[in-house]
């Protein structure tokens, strides 16, 4: 019943915000995300140990093909369901910061992609994963076509064309496991877990999941939709892309395919692994060459995006933790430099790194929040992102060492990003176009949020990490990786 | 029976009462009893019997088609009773052709036996052949209805040669008889009935506008009324597609490997011809012709399936294209009668002039495409499900990869009306009629996905 509130809640209050007036949706919008995540947050605070599925929900729904409506939450949704509740609020203050944006719709569609994404992180079934799985992404494709820039018609059709293409792979490859489920058939998750596939089929069905998962994180060579979407949406679809959705590959990595196909998996794991690698290292030398501050956090993006996944691919219970603690850490920090960016922008009058320097001198409890972020986008220890980056390093140096030293190579060129970004933005002689401003209580509380929640979460990881073990040991025991 | 006896009555009361003083009284006649005939094949569900001397059968099949055409031809007759500023098509003698034409369809649902397929597309398709040229005047309707009348004639030709072909070589006409024969004869390996049932497979495939037997699809939909081109593209294709499941489940199921290449061969082409020319199209209409081909394609693979499942999936699929593409020529309807061109650039703007036409075209091409939860995409996993676990795993991932390149096309309306501003502002206030139409549609493209189990159990 929470599961189905947490979804219910903005879903229904989405639509019904969409019918009132700017004001009145504004502040609807905002009550309706503060009750999910309070209800979100309820659900963490009285969690227990183990691994058992907590919240559950099943309801026949097609029980001739055996599709039941099937939600619930455990150590690895859980996490995941509250960085979205979390970082949601984040994405309704900066679609609402810049007035000439302001639009009931807007509100709207960010509080159904906050239904779509938990459901993706809550369902059991297949077809439900499937069902929000697409409910995530069309809220976020009319908001990057609607309030992106001049070039946003062509960016977000080939976004959604390519988005779409690997969801049909996936609804063939879900409809292939489930032809070979135990009978009863049906599309549950300890169904597919049971399921035996035709040893020679299986990559195949491997791939159709992979594409999935690598268009939507996005891995190597499935990127190229990621810079100019990111750079073409509006700050508050941004957000959401790289925030949250980019999670919901990753989660899919490690929910749907690894167990389903650990065999399958474990015979092109390198393959994997490099295409993580390549990612890391492709995402930061091209990020070290960009000028627009969107295309650069689009570019590190993919390339943190690359280290998640291959710490995931090799298949070990620290990588699985460095998944979920990096999952995290990157939410919250690239949430928080979108919003910068925005800030940026609208005070400054452009996003291009450079034209504008020295801003500490205009506002030093802005540049000291942005640097706070950026530490942990570095990945500086005791921030969020030391502890998640760490364990994934530490996870593929188990490997071999090159694994670990090409991940770590990415680390140290996303570090002079960052810090020439800093210098070059924020340092330097007082700008003389830009006047001293202040921030808004919603910008100041919002960054600091986020900017805090990396801090906590880099120095006291183990409430997270004791969450998410019962679930990853679980999930490993299935793969056979334990 | 009883929609046998109705509806063709129906249909001349409302023919004849345009001659008389009533004339205003023929549109709310027609749906009113088309309200009843839908009443009267619902009460009918579950009652399997045989009629005319075992003709027809009216099982759960037949009531679950039946159901779906009268209800998509009402919605067809709602568009009639829009009203209009043009007075240039005569809408109530329309009608009556309307409901004359869905006689044959109800036929198509139920038969079971050659002859009755024969008049049922007869009776199907020559109002349609009127229907088409209802605009009198127009060079391009006349065009359509010439083109489609010709095709049409061709294509009942050669069903006919393969209904007597069949009959040739087994001596029956009726579906069970030709069952029991090809039993019987093992193998049924008889020149005439293989040449008779290859003749009989294209004549149907004409008819569903399956490639390469859909040329005059986008020219006759083209030139014909919007409101006539809706009840094509829904009522007459999904009649046909009925009357080809019901045709290869109930007479030729064992004869599979014959006839399932040529389904394989037809599909794959279909979906090839229909989602490639769609990409190519700059008029709203061609594209919509170009998707109801794409769309014959994937009911083809739906046809590969035997058995209530199959059954189900088939009514599942034709039921949310039809409502999706009833909402398309619906919209259009306004374009076309404001004489707003027929490109698709038409659309620009629509938000702003009217959001819930904006939002009803969205759902409906969100639908076609397969987004969740709309009844579209359930369509779409049960046929798929069902051909997956037929085996036949390349022509699923066929029908995938040409399923996203639908993503390229259907959008481009959606594009237009949400992200495009239109030369022309003014504001296109809302009908009754049409609201009515919509709102049906799209509850029903909700509502398929709220309930696909309970359909799936009623066949």
Request: aromatic content about 12%; hydrophobic content about 60%.
């Amino acid at each position: 019943m929470v599961t189905l509130l947490l979804i219910l809640i903005p879903l229904a209050g989405g639509l019904l915000v969409m019918t009132l007036r700017e004001a009145a949706a504004r502040i609807a919008s905002g009550i309706l995300v503060a009750v999910t995540a309070l209800v979100a947050l309820w659900a963490a605070a009285t969690w227990g140990a183990g691994a058992a599925l907590r919240f559950g929900l099943c309801l026949d729904w097609v029980p001739a093909w055996g599709i039941s409506f099937s939600l619930g939450l455990d150590g690895l949704s859980l996490p995941l369901v509250l960085l979205t509740v979390l970082v949601t609020p984040v994405a309704l203050i900066v679609a609402a910061r810049r007035e000439d944006r302001r639009s009931p719709t807007l509100y709207g569609l960010i509080l159904a992609m906050e239904a779509g994404l938990v459901g993706v992180f809550a369902a059991r079934d297949a077809i439900v994963f499937y069902l929000f799985w697409e409910l995530a992404l069309v809220p976020v494709y009319f908001i990057a076509g609607f309030w992106g820039g001049a070039k946003r018609v062509p960016v977000t059709l080939k976004f959604l064309v390519y988005t779409v293409a690997g969801s049909l792979f996936m609804l063939f490859g879900i409809l292939y496991v489930h032809a070979f489920t135990l009978a009863p058939r049906g599309f549950s998750l300890s169904a597919f877990y049971t399921a035996t596939l035709p040893a020679e089929a299986a990559p195949w069905i491997l791939a159709a999941f992979a594409v999935a998962f690598a268009i939507k994180m996005p891995l190597f060579p499935f990127h190229t939709w990621q810079s100019d979407t990111y750079h073409e949406a509006p700050a508050s679809g941004s957000l959401l892309l790289a925030a949250l959705m980019a999670k919901m590959g990753l989660y899919g990595v490690m929910r749907w395919m690894l167990p389903v196909f650990p065999t399958a998996f474990a015979t092109w794991q390198p393959l994997f692994l490099a295409l993580g690698v390549i990612g890391v290292v492709w995402g930061s030398l091209v990020a070290l060459a960009q000028d627009d501050m969107k295309r650069l956090l689009a570019w590190s993006s993919f390339s943190h995006t690359g280290l998640m996944a291959a710490g995931v691919f090799s298949l070990g219970f620290i990588g699985f933790q460095g998944g979920v603690v990096q999952m995290l850490a990157h939410g919250l920090s690239i949430a928080g430099l979108f919003l910068a960016v925005d800030i940026f922008e609208t005070r400054t009058g452009g996003r291009r790194i450079g034209a504008v320097s020295g801003l500490a001198h205009r506002n030093g409890a802005f540049a000291v929040l942005f640097v706070l972020l950026a530490l942990s986008a570095i990945g500086l220890p005791l921030t969020a992102g030391f502890a998640g980056e760490f364990l994934l390093l530490l996870s593929l140096s188990k490997l071999g060492l090159w694994w670990a030293l090409a991940g770590g190579l990415g680390i140290i060129l996303g570090a002079v990003l960052y810090l020439q970004w800093i210098r070059r933005s924020f340092l330097g002689p007082e700008p003389k176009e830009v006047a001293a401003f202040k921030l808004k209580p919603t910008e100041a509380g919002a960054l600091g949020f986020l900017a805090l929640g990396g801090i906590v979460l880099g120095v006291y990881p183990k409430p997270l990490l004791e969450l998410a073990r019962p679930t990853l040991d679980a999930l490993l025991l299935v793969i056979g990786a334990r | 029976m009883s929609l046998y006896i109705l509806l063709p009555v129906l249909a001349i009361l409302v023919l004849f009462a345009n001659l008389g003083r009533l004339k205003a009284l023929t549109l709310p006649l027609a749906i009113v009893g088309l309200v009843a005939a839908t009443a009267l094949a619902a009460l009918g569900f579950g009652l399997n019997h045989p009629i005319l001397k075992g003709m027809a059968e009216f099982d759960g099949y037949a009531t679950a088609f039946s159901l779906l055409l009268i209800v998509m031809t009402g919605l067809s007759v709602l568009l009639l009773a829009t009203p209009s500023g043009s007075t240039d098509i005569p809408r109530s003698e329309m009608a009556g052709l309307l409901i004359l034409s869905l006689t044959g369809g109800v036929m198509l649902a139920s038969y079971t036996n050659l002859v009755m397929l024969f008049l049922g597309i007869e009776i199907l398709s020559i109002p349609v052949y009127v229907l088409a040229g209802a605009r009198k005047g127009d060079a391009a309707g006349n065009e359509a209805a010439l083109k489609y009348f010709l095709n049409g004639a061709f294509a009942t030709g050669i069903l006919l040669f393969g209904i007597g072909l069949i009959y040739a070589g087994t001596g029956q006409f009726s579906l069970d008889g030709i069952l029991q024969w090809s039993q019987a004869n093992q193998g049924s390996n008889h020149p005439l009935f293989l040449l008779g049932l290859l003749f009989l497979l294209f004549g149907l495939a004409f008819k569903v506008s399956a490639a390469p037997f859909h040329f005059w699809t986008p020219d006759v939909y083209e030139g014909a009324p919007s409101v006539v081109t809706a009840y094509m593209s829904t009522v007459v294709k999904i009649a046909a597609i009925a009357a080809f499941f019901r045709l290869l489940g109930r007479a030729f199921p064992a004869a599979s490997e014959r006839w399932g290449w040529i389904l394989v061969l037809l599909a794959v082409l279909t979906l090839l011809i229909g989602n490639l020319g769609a990409l190519a199209q700059g008029g709203f209409k061609r594209l919509m012709a170009y998707s109801g081909i794409s769309h014959a394609g994937y009911l083809l693979i739906a046809l590969l399936a035997k058995g209530s499942m199959a059954a189900g999936a088939l009514w599942i699929y034709a039921a949310a294209y039809a409502a999706a593409t009833m909402i398309a020529f619906a919209i259009w309807a306004r374009f076309e009668e404001a004489g707003e061109g027929d490109r698709i650039e038409a659309f620009a703007g629509l938000r702003s002039r009217s959001p819930f036409l904006a939002v009803a075209l969205g759902v409906a091409m969100l639908s076609l495409v397969g987004v969740p939860p709309l009844g579209g995409f359930f369509g779409k996993l049960f046929v798929f499900g069902n051909a997956v676990g037929q085996g036949r795993i390349a022509l699923v991932v066929f029908a995938v990869v040409m399923s996203a390149l639908g993503v390229a096309y259907y959008m481009r309306p959606v594009i237009q009306a949400w992200f495009h501003e239109g030369a022309v502002k003014t504001v296109l206030p809302l009908r009754a009629a049409e609201v009515t139409v919509l709102t049906i549609c799209m509850v029903a493209l909700f509502a398929l996905a709220a309930t696909p189990g309970l359909l799936l159990g009623a066949f």
